[in-house]
Structures are given as C-alpha cells and as structure tokens.
C-alpha cells in the first residue's frame, strides 16, 4: 500500500490533531523519531510491507513509515478516519468504538498506540457491554488493558504497542501481565516520545508464539534518537521491571579524604590558637 506522495515525491501524512477532541480522548501525536522506531521493529519481525491492523489508528501517522502491505483502521473520530482514508486510499478504516468492533480480521501484526487511561466507568453503556462479552473480569480501573488484549484478537502472530508505563506495574493490569505471560518478547522505556507531552512511555513488542520466559528491555531517548541500554530479564505477572541504568558511583580516595580533613584540622587549631594569642594581648593591654 503506498501513501500518498507530495510533488517531491516524499511520503506525506495528513495528521488530524483537533486537540479539544484529542485530549477529550487521552490521545496524543506520536511523534516522528517513534513512529520511525516503531517501524523498524515492525520490519524487524514482519519484514518489509507487512499487513497491519490498527484499532485506534486516528490519521494512520503511527504506520507512516511502516507502508503496511494492507491497512485495516478503527477510530472513533470521523474528522480522523477521514484523514486516514486519504492518507491511504486503498485501506479499510472504520469509524466507530473500537470496543464495539467485532469483524473477525486477522492481519499479520497490530500495530496501536491506544488512548491512556480512559476509565471503564466513563464508557458508553455499549462498550462496556462488549468488553465484559469478551473479558467478563473487567469491571473497573483504567481500559489501558483492553485496548491490547482486544488488539491481540486481530493479529496472526506479532502485537507491537505504545501504553502508559502503568501497566506494568498497577494491579489493575495484573490480569494482563497474566494473559500475556511468556508472549511479552521485548519492554522499552521510551523518553521524550511525543510531541506534546514529557511522559515516558512503553512500547511493547509481543509474540504469540514465543515460549521463553525471558523478555528483552530497553532504554531509548527519542531525542537523542539512542538506545540507552538494554538487558534481558525474567517474567514476572506481578511487575514488568523496565530497564535502569546503574548509577555511576564516584569512587573516594580515603587516603586523600583523610590528608584533607587532618589539613582543615590543623588550620582550625592553628587560627584558635592566633585568636587566644590575641585576646591575650588586648586585654593585658
């Protein structure tokens, strides 16, 4: 599937940004250096032009540089999907809830950056019918969790996603952890990974297939575009450690500390002892 072009010949992306509506809908604009890392672990495990899902797909900028084989959308914004179906003429995009969202579509992988921490409470009576059809365990909290598990439901094999860094550790997704289980393949702490929030985020990297227990973590810095480390870890459903440079310690030379504080020691007595001589000869003056 090929993106629209501007004259130049470069892949151009309308973007909706309506931010009344966007913030209304915990969404924010992912931005360029991520949409980029994204992609290149989207090819990294699908190989070029993959067929994608996106259920919360807004102007389909989170697939700019994918340039996905087939394209199949879900957003609740009709000023979005309109963009996103311009963006890629040839793509099936659905406007409605994406909770309500019941074709049975596998596509190789879902790529999604869904909304944060919109509450299960706050939902239309509709969807909170259809979550509790498919996952009757879901009663309260945040809907973080349902956007992933209902994205899963749409992919053959890979699940890549951006998520509030919450869910690896908050109780209310333990459910998810749990679900998840040996599937979570890779964890990265991303910073400075949008273009209007300082929030660090996840990016998760999940195969259905993969039975190891242990997953890969990273540091990456959109703004310097480097990854900042990385290590492999255990699973554990109770908390998804994300990885955490070791500080760099100063080392003390004890032997300089010590020479130094017998020095100022000496000093001290030696400007006591000036002051007592002094005193001493001003008043027997």
């Known amino acids: 599937m090929k993106l629209n072009e501007d004259v130049g010949g470069n892949l151009e992306i ?4 309506n931010r009344k509506k966007a913030d209304k809908f915990a969404e924010y604009i992912t931005g360029e250096t991520l949409r980029r890392y994204v992609a290149e672990k989207v090819t990294h495990y699908c190989g070029k032009y993959p067929t994608v899902f996106d259920g919360a797909c807004g102007s389909g900028q989170l697939e700019q540089f994918i340039s996905p084989n087939e394209f199949i959308g879900v957003d609740i914004q009709p000023e979005a999907v309109e963009a996103a179906r311009y963006n890629y003429p040839s793509a099936e995009i659905y406007c409605q809830s994406f909770f309500q969202f019941s074709p049975n579509i596998k596509m190789q992988c ?10 299960f409470k706050d939902l239309p009576k509709e969807d909170k019918q259809a979550i509790q059809a498919s996952y009757p365990w879901k009663k309260s909290g945040v809907v973080d969790d349902i956007f992933i598990l209902k994205g899963l439901e749409h992919c053959g094999r890979y699940g890549f996603f951006i998520a509030f860094a919450g869910i690896a550790y908050r109780n209310t997704e333990r459910k998810l952890r749990e679900l998840i289980g040996n599937q979570l393949a890779e ?17 998760l990297v999940i195969d259905k297939r993969k039975q190891s227990d242990l997953y890969e973590r990273v540091l990456y810095d959109c703004k310097t575009k480097t990854e900042k480390g990385c290590d492999t870890a255990k699973i554990n459903p109770e908390k998804w450690d994300v990885f955490t440079p070791e500080i760099e310690r100063e080392e003390i030379d004890i032997a300089a500390l010590e020479a130094e504080i017998a020095k100022q020691e000496a ?8 002051l007592d001589e002094f005193v001493r000869i001003t008043f027997k003056q």
């Open 267 to 274: 000093r001290r007595r030696r400007l006591e002892d000036e």
């Open 110 to 119: 879902t790529v999604m950056n869904p909304p944060f921490s919109i509450k």
């Open 14 to 17: 309308v973007e909706h940004n």
């Open 187 to 203: 964890l990265h702490l991303v910073e400075n990974a949008f273009e209007d929030t300082v929030i660090s985020v996840l990016f």
